[in-house]
């Protein structure tokens, strides 16, 4: 099913169509048993989810990337005090230090979604600040695709189902990566290979 | 067989004419009416007063445009809903009186299907680790926003938003696949 039609369903059971919209798809309703399969699955998603709005709201337990997030996005982070730990944890996430740092330096997070057409992606950073980005690949999974990101042909981070089994490629957080020249590389499982240059520029 | 055969043939008395509308109608009618009174049990009987009056009024004196039965069936059934929400309406203060006596209870298949859907849904939920995920599907499936809106209270682009989407669409059918 389109989805179009899918957004039809939910605007439908949302009350966003016009009487004449309405009329129409209640009248295709009547006699397709496709659409008629799905708008019953959403209802039942949506009185679900109204049933248990209390959970949606409440803080979700924190994955490897949210505990990362919520590390580097601590003060003690950014004066440095944790740095070591915190590269601990990058160094046990990617196999490998991405760079040495020294420990007073600060990093910035900066949310990337990676160009598809294999733009160029640059970012800039104070001289005296390293970067850590909390990427979107595409909103993929590692059973769809994997995440490699290298310097020089080093490998800094690679994150793919044999490694990071089942985790969403979606706010996944990677470095700190300090001025340079890097390559990410989306290979997906139908083949599709998605190569993107990162430059890490200093302002 | 092409709606104004099959209009003809209920009006000649046909009774295998009467159960092919039957089984045409019914079950779109029984999810267009849940959607709007959010009932099951409700929504059957609605659709049912709706066929039986269709039924009544083919056999009887026929309809002026045979080969717009869907839209006959529809309009009768939007009747029937608009009929029950004046009751309703009208009739507020009862229903407490009337639920006390469990007059409209679930059947127990009801009460089973409900609580299958809700376990999904909280597994569904609990496999979320990210809180803005969490708060754009409490908007749009809750509060009922719009895309847009939502979009634009969260500094979200479109194409995030229907990822967002179309996963905990995608997740929940799986779960109810593998459920069933």
């Not at chain 2, 009929?83 to 309406?89: A, E, I």
């Not at chain 2, 229903?95 to 006390?100: A, N, R, S």
Request: with cysteine; proline share 4%; net charge negative.
């Amino acid at each position: 099913m389109n989805k179009e039609l899918l957004d039809k369903i939910d605007d439908y059971l949302a009350e966003r169509l016009s009487a004449e919209e309405c009329d129409a798809f209640e009248e295709r309703l009547l006699t397709d048993s496709a659409l008629r399969r799905e708008v019953q699955e959403q209802i039942a998603l949506r009185d679900g989810m109204r049933a248990e709005s209390k959970l949606l709201l409440s803080e979700p337990p924190l994955g490897l990337s949210g505990r990362l997030h919520r590390l580097l996005l601590s003060p003690t982070w950014a004066y440095g005090a944790t740095a070591g730990l915190v590269l601990a944890i990058v160094i046990g996430l990617t196999g490998q230090p991405s760079a040495p740092l020294p420990a007073s330096q600060e990093a910035v997070i900066r949310n990337v979604e990676l160009p598809r057409s294999g733009e160029d992606l640059v970012i800039s950073v104070p001289a005296d600040k390293v970067v850590v980005l909390s990427i979107d690949a595409y909103g993929l999974n590692t059973r769809e695709a994997g995440l490699r990101i290298s310097r020089n042909n080093e490998m800094l981070t690679e994150l793919t189902a044999l490694n990071a089994d089942d985790q969403d490629l979606f706010n996944v957080v990677v470095g700190p990566f300090k001025a340079g020249d890097y390559r990410i590389d989306i290979q997906r499982e139908d083949g599709e290979e998605i190569p993107v240059r990162l430059e890490v520029r200093k302002e | 067989m092409p709606p104004e055969v099959l209009v003809e043939e209920i009006g000649r008395g046909n009774p295998r004419a009467e159960e092919i509308f039957y089984e045409r109608y019914h079950a779109g009618l029984v999810v267009m009416l849940e959607a709007r009174t959010r009932d099951r049990a409700r929504a059957e009987d609605l659709a049912q007063d709706a066929l039986i009056t269709v039924l009544t009024r083919l056999r009887d004196t026929g309809i002026d445009y045979p080969e717009r039965l869907s839209s006959f069936v529809h309009q009768t059934a939007k009747y029937q809903f608009i009929g029950w929400l004046r009751k309703s309406v009208n009739q507020t203060e009862l229903l407490p009186t009337v639920d006390e006596f469990g007059g409209e209870a679930e059947t127990v298949e009801e009460e089973l299907d409900r609580t299958r859907t809700r376990h999904f849904v909280r597994q569904l939920i609990s496999e979320m680790t990210v809180a803005r995920d969490r708060e754009i599907l409490y908007r749009y499936y809750v509060r009922d926003q719009a895309k847009a809106v939502i979009c634009e209270a969260l500094a979200l682009t479109p194409e995030h938003f229907d990822r967002v989407i179309s996963r905990a669409r995608n997740r929940f059918r799986l779960l109810l696949e593998q459920g069933s």
